[in-house]
Nanobody, 117 residues
Framework: QVQLVESGGGLVQPGGSLRLSCVASGSIISINAMGWYRQAPGKQRELVARVTAGSTKFGDSMKGRFTISRDNANTVYLQMNSLKPEDTAVYYC?????????????WGQGTLVTVSS
């Protein structure tokens, strides 16, 4: 079994910063990609940022404000700067993971980010 555990969400004022973390654990052979998606109330889930071995992709509204990094094989971070009220959402960690039976697309439980004064 494989799981993703997120941390770092919370309440922040407009213009502030937050750092989200996500750790993958379980019977992992390798991780092809890790990233973050978000879903605001009444809206569809959208890409925030995703990193693979060769590239990084950001959602359009996050470019220049958010950065994504991996410090080892199983952990990914999302640094969010210059936060806006419209960044308020539940942020989900996502990973494409190779296990013994095959490849799995795994989601975390989500962490709430609220940007408000």
């Amino acid at each position: 079994q494989v799981q993703l555990v997120e941390s770092g969400g919370g309440l922040v004022q407009p213009g502030g910063s937050l750092r989200l973390s996500c750790v993958a654990s379980g019977s992992i052979i390798s991780i092809n990609a890790m990233g973050w998606y978000r879903q605001a109330p009444g809206k569809q889930r959208e890409l925030v940022a995703r990193v693979t071995a060769g590239s990084t992709k950001f959602g359009d509204s996050m470019k220049g404000r958010f950065t994504i990094s991996r410090d080892n094989a199983n952990t990914v971070y999302l640094q969010m700067n210059s936060l806006k009220p419209e960044d308020t959402a539940v942020y989900y960690c996502n990973a494409n993971i190779r296990t013994l039976p095959g490849y799995l697309e795994v989601w975390g439980q989500g962490t709430l980010v609220t940007v408000s004064s």
